[in-house]
């Protein structure tokens, strides 16, 4: 069974860059024809997509993101990586790494990440 | 503003059935992109309900179902039981946006 686990810092200085990692393990992040997401939940609101990747390196992130979205996969350590620039207090929310498989099957337990000085 | 259209807010007394919508358009659920439903109670990670704009994973019970027509889908839950309560979502795929997108949430009560 696939389990996934996020991991970074809990606060993010205004400006400056948001890096989180999702291990994932019970299976090789290069098996299968999975994108692996990352998933955003603003405090009491709705479910947002920031992006994904494959274990090729092929991304695709939420175009009202613009360009501050990077994503990463490292098949030797069976992660892939989210960096999100230029934060603000807007980019205060619950991120959740993610398996896609047309359906978003398996999901971690999310880490919330604030933005404040 | 999200791209799928969700009602806020349902509810229904113990027993009863209830519906949720999930409207999109010609470039998500009209286009013939799969729709998957999501649960989630409060504090905890989402988890898959339907895929495949009908199907159940393994262990979800068939008080659960889910319909597509048009650019429009559905989420019915039969015979509601007080752990039912909790946000549910619709997600599909956009062509003109490359990616996920997902209703803004369902709150469904029971009574």
């Known amino acids: 069974q696939v389990h996934l686990q996020e991991s970074g810092p809990g606060l993010v200085k205004p400006s400056q860059t948001l890096s989180l990692t999702c291990s994932v393990s019970?299976?090789?992040?290069?098996?299968?024809?999975?994108?692996w997401s990352w998933i955003r939940q603003h405090p009491g609101k709705g479910l947002e997509w920031v992006g994904y990747i494959h274990s090729s390196g092929r991304s695709f992130h939420n175009p009202s993101l613009k360009s501050r979205v990077t994503m990463s996969v490292d098949t030797s350590k069976n992660q892939f990586s989210l960096r999100l620039s230029s934060v603000t207090a807007a980019d205060t929310a619950v991120y959740y790494c993610a398996r896609d498989d047309g359906p978003t099957d398996v999901w971690g337990q999310g880490t919330t990440v604030t933005v404040s000085s | 503003q999200s791209v799928l259209t969700q009602p806020p807010s349902v509810s229904g007394a113990p027993g009863q059935r209830v519906t949720i919508s999930c409207t999109g358009s010609?470039?998500?659920?009209?286009?013939?992109?799969?729709v998957h439903w999501y649960q989630q109670v409060p504090g905890t990670a989402p988890k898959l309900l339907i895929y495949a704009n009908h199907n159940r994973p393994s262990g979800i019970p068939d008080r659960f179902s889910g319909s597509k027509s048009g650019t429009s889908a559905s989420l019915a839950i039969t015979g509601l039981q007080a752990e039912d309560e909790a946000d549910y979502y619709c997600q599909s795929h956009d062509s003109s946006l490359s990616g996920r997108v997902f209703g803004g949430g369902t709150k469904l009560t029971v009574l």
């Open positions: 019970g299976g090789s992040i290069s098996s299968g024809n999975y994108y």
């Open positions: 010609s470039s998500n659920i009209g286009a013939g992109y799969d």
